[in-house]
């Protein structure tokens, strides 16, 4: 068997077209242009390179964009200051601190200041809490990314084996939350999981989030499965030439492609879905801020 390939591209451009034309009847009809606002604090090379292609798609898709490009060295105090601006902005529905943040500041003191409403990300602690129970939320982009894949490809997913490798707050544990609101029977393994190999074995749905390239081989899936890799991982490719390198993903894609079902593929899989669900977020928040309908489809 060759697996049907899940072409993370062409769906984040449906995703962000979709997106323009809610932003386009949000200022047609009631004037209103739904805000994005990015904060970065230092100058992480990666970081830089992820909020300027975040900046450039918010405006590609006709909503305002604001960055925020903090030193190295600011100040917990005046981070929170940014924030907090920023949380009282009506022209703003959507707030992103970039992470990681540089040592001296507290990740989670700086992510709980965000007004949850306001919390595109999805990672406040009441958003995690309204996910964790149900209840209507921010989603995670990487993760509702992915289940937006998962739901398109299988249209409903209840009663079907799921098995998220990770248990990260970004990628495995809201990926996990959202398989089981979807009825999965769902398995969160990690780096003291036992027979890894035979639980992954059994999931009909196999969603790979630890960082290790190429860690999971086509011999661990079953059959017929869908394998969502989350994974972005860079290594050397001295058969492209001295010193090069390329993404590879978290499963071993030449060997997974000949016997899953449905594969996405690194690149070009979650990773260009993720800064789609980043505006798709930002939509629903600014809709969800004037009281009006969210758009169908774009949220969990
Ligand atoms: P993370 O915080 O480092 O978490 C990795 C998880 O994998 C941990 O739960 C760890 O288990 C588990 N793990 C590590 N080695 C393992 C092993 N040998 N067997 C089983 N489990 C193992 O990573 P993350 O932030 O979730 O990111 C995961 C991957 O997704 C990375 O490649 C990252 O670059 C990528 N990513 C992609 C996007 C995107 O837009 N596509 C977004 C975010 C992340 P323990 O908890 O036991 O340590």
Known sequence: MT???????????????????????????HGITPGLAVVLVGED?????YVRSKGKMTVEVGMNSYEHKLDADTSEADLLAVVEKLNNDPD??????QLPLPKHLDSDLVINSIDPAKDVDGFHISNVG???TGQKSMVPCTPLGSLMMLRDHHGSLSGLNAVVLGR??????????????ESCTV??????TRDLADVVRRADIV?????????????????????????????DAPENGPGKTRLVGDVDFDSCVEVAGAITPVPGGVGPMTIACLLANTV?????ANGLDEPEGLTA
């Not at 993370?8 to 386009?24: D, E, L, P």
């Not at 703003?92 to 601190?97: A, E, N, S, Y």
């Not at 990260?168 to 609101?181: D, F, H, R």
């Not at 398995?187 to 003291?192: E, L």
């Open 3 to 29: 697996a049907t390939l899940i072409d993370g591209k062409a769906f984040a451009a449906k995703v962000r077209a979709q997106v323009a034309a809610h932003v386009t009847t949000l200022k047609d009809k």
């Open 45 to 49: 090379p990666a970081s830089q390179v």
């Open 92 to 97: 703003v529905h959507g707030i992103l601190v």
């Open 130 to 132: 309204l996910l964790g």
């Open 168 to 181: 990260s707050n970004i990628v495995g544990k809201p990926m996990a939350q959202l398989l089981l609101n």
């Open 187 to 192: 398995t969160i393994a990690h780096s003291r």
């Open 207 to 235: 969603v790979a989030a630890v960082g290790r390239p190429q860690m999971v081989p086509g011999d661990w899936i079953k059959p017929g499965a869908t394998v969502i890799d989350v994974g972005i991982n860079r290594i």
């Open 284 to 288: 629903t928040a600014c809709c969800r």
